[in-house]
Every structure is written in C-alpha cells, then in structure tokens.
C-alpha cells in the first residue's frame, strides 16, 4: 500500500431516461440526432421564456434516492449556479443547492476478497446537463442538443480507499440506476460520468489531504487509469515535499496522463441564488411511500441471497443479478421449477448468450421465465432429456417463442423410455464396440461412455441416459 493513504469521493453524473428534458418539451433522446436540432427557446434560454419541472424526473430522482438508501426530501428547491461557458446558452445551469431531493444514503459494495463496505452517498441532487463542444483545428464547436436534459449527480463522502473501491462502487452505482428505471447509464452513450476527487495522506493521519478534482471521465477504464495516474503524482510530490494545489484536471486518454486545467472553483465563485423562475418541489408523502414499495431489491442482495439460497456459483450469479430484467426472468423461472440450478444453468448458458448474440434485452425475448420453468419441468419428469432440451428445444424456443411442450409434440421430441426398445439399442452397441465392452469388463468404467454413445445416436438422442447405463451394467454382468 506504500506510506500514503488514499482518499477518493466520487461525483457521479447519471443522465435519466425521461421522455422530455428538464425543464422543457424538447424530446430528452438526442443519440445520433443532428447538432443543434433538439432544442427551444427554453433550453436555449431565450428571454423570456420559463422553465417548467419535469414531474417524470422528480418520481424517478426519488426513486433513484431511496434505492441509493437516502432520506428524501419531501420539499426540495432549484437554485442558479452562474457560469459562464460556450455550452450553457443561458450563462448559468439550473441545479439544487440548498435543498436538493435527497440527503445522506449508502451503498453496499462488494470487494475481490469477498469482503463488503458501505460507502457514504453525501447526497444525490437534480440538474439540467450543458451541451456539448466539440474542439477542432478551425475552431470550436457547439451542439445544444444536450443542453436541458435531466441529470442525477450522486455525491459520495470520501470513504473510498483504493481504486478497486472506486471502480466497484461506480459499477454498484451503475446497477443501481438500472434496477430502479431513473437511467440507462450507458457509458458509451455519455449517459454517466465520473468526477473524481483524490487526496492523499500519511496512514495513521487524521487529517485530509489538499483535494484534486479529474473531471469527466466517461468509462470505468478511464477511472480508473486517472487514479492510478493521479495517486503516483501526489505520492511523488509528497515524496519530494512539494506543494499539491487544489485544482481541476482533465484527464488525458491516449497517454493517461492528468492534466491541469484550472484551479478549483469555491461555492462562492458560482454565486449561488434561489431559481425566481420555478416553485419548491413537494413529494406527497402518499406518493413516496408508493415509491417506497416499487424499490426493488438491490443487486448486491440478490447476488447474497442467490449464493446462501440457491448455493449458485458466482460467475452465474453474478450474470443473473447484472439487470433487473435477467434476475426477474429468473425468479419467474424458478417459481415455476422449482429447480434454480437448472433454471439458472439454462438461463445463464443459453439464453443469455441468444440476447447478446441478437442484441436483445431479456424483456424483449419471445419467450419468458415460466416457459423456461416448464422447460426445466420437462428435463427432470423426464419427458425430454438435457441434451435434446439444449440441442433441439432451447433455440427453437427463442427463435419462435413456441413452448417447450408444443415443440415436443410437433417434432417427436419425447424421451423413450420403453425398457425393450432401450435393451435392443444397448445390445447393438454391445455388438458394434467389442473393444469397449472388453474395457469395461477389464474395470475401465469411464469406457462406457462410448456405448451409451452409440445409443443415443441410435435413439436421436431420445432415449433416457439413466435407463441407457442401468440397462448397460445388467448386460455386461
């Protein structure tokens, strides 16, 4: 760990998935759209015109607040922050200061080690994003197309210690934001970004040391290569006693390096004010307590409870509780089963490779958790076997969205499981490979595989594995 101590906050930027912007009409999805072609008067800030709150992105930022564990605020208030940047056409974004949605929260996290910390969240407020500059050789340009949508920014207390930490808990956070419905958080997309402030400080010391900001990040790789960077900078200069200033850096991606870009700006340089143009936000109490029943369980719950319950191994559990989507689909498959190994073999083998390799998400499929339950119902009343269930059943399924049960009957799927027509297959194989037989009836038992081989290549596979090898062993006594 070397001699210094390291101290990391989080700032993160979640871009929600509302249907209009903040504070205006204009659609809230600009992906691909041409530059400056999504916007009004409003966004633009035009005089004049007013801004108006976005009700589907109040619900969802209390939403997002309380599966981040948070207090909600039950009135919370927009304020002026005064800038002055190509991107914010208005001269100032709108933001919550002074009384934002949410107060103190946590998250869970869960390291390599298997051990868990929580991690402070300060609090989580509501804005408005700026638009986008684009820098060239002949000068810069602007796309507002951004500018007005609705943005969470999730504040955490400086309670990381490490870069595995930070990576963990923006990823947590990504779930987090998934599972609730308030954003996509598509990094690829600009839809979440990280601010990193990171000091360093003698272990054992109490007292923190001069905070550095790296700004917009927009990939857990980036993250985490600034830290790195950044904490091997501040270590040398400590090392040499030399001064680390309180600034802004940006963060370099071809040479990984962070670079300075201005000092860091106080509360008071932004000049907060109360917003003259928008009332207080006031969430009914009938409301948040409907909202409280809607917050599912969170991720990392689900990852704990599918090891202790179902004693699933990690890797699938880590696949079923990656989207709310997938562990649903899941639940609904083992209510119908009752055999989560099965489902979850099933579902994290075969399913999930379907969506990736289609590009689907799993509420986008044709078929849905139940009929998987009944396919797993099917495998172990021994109607079909395992083999014939992932050679012939499960992609047929996928791609028509027809049950297991009709796919069965129209393509003659049922295992056999007639005593006489098993003992005339095993006799042939018997017949057919003398060399295995002199094997197994020299103690090789694994040479048995090569007649229970031939059968279900006689059988199509239809035949019943476990009557295959009892009839076998009564043969060769």
């Known amino acids: 760990m070397g001699k210094y101590e390291v101290v990391v906050g989080l700032e993160i930027h979640c871009q929600m998935n509302t249907k209009t912007k903040m504070f205006c009409a204009c659609s809230n999805d600009s992906f691909n759209a041409q530059p400056n072609s999504n916007v009004c008067p409003i966004c633009m800030g035009f005089p004049g015109q007013l801004p108006y709150p976005n009700q589907e992105a109040i619900i969802k930022g209390a939403r997002a607040g309380l599966i981040l564990n948070c207090k909600i605020n039950k009135v919370?208030?927009?304020?002026?922050?005064?800038?002055?940047?190509p991107d914010s056409p208005k001269g100032y974004q709108i933001t919550q200061n002074y009384k934002a949605i949410t107060d103190k929260g946590y998250v869970e996290i869960q390291l390599d080690n298997g051990e868990q910390k929580q991690i402070g969240i300060h609090h989580m407020h509501l804005e408005e994003d700026a638009g986008k500059l684009t820098h060239t050789k002949q000068g810069s340009l602007v796309d507002f197309n951004r500018c007005g949508t609705p943005l969470m920014e999730i504040v955490t207390e400086p309670d990381i210690r490490s870069i595995e930490e930070a990576s963990k808990l923006g990823r947590e956070i990504q779930r987090l934001m998934r599972y609730c419905g308030s954003s996509n958080a598509d990094m690829e997309k600009g839809m979440m970004r990280f601010d990193v402030n990171v000091s360093l400080r003698l272990h054992g010391e109490q007292k923190y040391g001069t905070k550095v900001e790296v700004k917009n990040l927009n990939s857990f790789q980036s993250m985490e290569r600034a830290l790195t960077y950044e904490i091997q900078r501040q270590s040398q200069m400590l090392d040499n006693q030399e001064i680390i200033d309180q600034e802004t850096r940006g963060f370099d991606v071809d040479s990984g390096e962070t670079l300075s870009q201005r000092s860091k700006e106080?509360?008071?340089?932004?000049?907060?004010?109360?917003?003259?143009?928008?009332?207080?936000?006031?969430?009914?109490?009938?409301?948040?307590?409907?909202?409280?029943?809607?917050?599912?369980?969170?991720p990392l719950q689900k990852r704990i409870r599918y090891q202790n319950q179902y004693q699933l191994a990690i890797d699938e559990v880590?696949?079923?509780s990656e989207k709310l989507e997938i562990a649903n689909f899941f639940e609904s498959a083992i209510q119908k089963s009752n055999d989560p190994k099965k489902s979850a073999a099933i579902i994290t083998t075969y399913i999930v490779k379907f969506a990736n390799e289609n590009e689907l998400e799993f509420d986008k499929l044709k078929v849905?958790?139940?009929?998987?339950?009944?396919?797993?119902?099917?495998?172990?009343?021994?109607?079909?076997?395992?083999?014939?269930?992932?050679?012939?059943?499960?992609?047929?399924?996928?791609?028509?969205?027809?049950?297991?049960?009709?796919?069965?009957?129209?393509?003659?799927?049922?295992?056999?499981?007639?005593?006489?027509?098993?003992?005339?297959?095993?006799?042939?194989?018997?017949?057919?490979?003398?060399?295995?037989?002199?094997?197994?009836?020299?103690?090789?038992?694994?040479?048995?595989?090569?007649?229970?081989?031939?059968?279900?290549?006689?059988?199509?596979?239809?035949?019943?594995?476990?009557?295959?090898?009892?009839?076998?062993?009564?043969?060769?006594?």
Not at 76 to 85: A, E, I, L, Q, V
Not at 428 to 454: M, Q, R, T
């Open 76 to 85: 919370s208030s927009f304020d002026r922050k005064n800038y002055y940047y």
């Open 266 to 298: 106080s509360a008071f340089d932004y000049r907060y004010f109360p917003e003259p143009d928008l009332p207080p936000i006031e969430i009914s109490e009938e409301t948040l307590e409907q909202l409280k029943k809607e917050v599912p369980e969170a």
């Open 318 to 320: 880590n696949v079923l």
């Open 368 to 477: 849905n958790g139940e009929m998987i339950g009944d396919l797993v119902q099917l495998i172990n009343d021994n109607t079909i076997s395992f083999n014939i269930a992932k050679n012939k059943i499960i992609n047929k399924m996928l791609e028509t969205g027809k049950t297991a049960q009709s796919i069965i009957e129209e393509d003659g799927l049922k295992q056999v499981t007639d005593h006489s027509a098993i003992e005339t297959w095993c006799k042939a194989a018997i017949e057919a490979n003398p060399k295995a037989v002199e094997d197994v009836k020299g103690g090789n038992n694994k040479a048995i595989g090569a007649l229970v081989g031939f059968v279900m290549k006689e059988s199509k596979g239809q035949a019943n594995p476990g009557l295959i090898n009892k009839t076998l062993v009564e043969l060769l006594k």
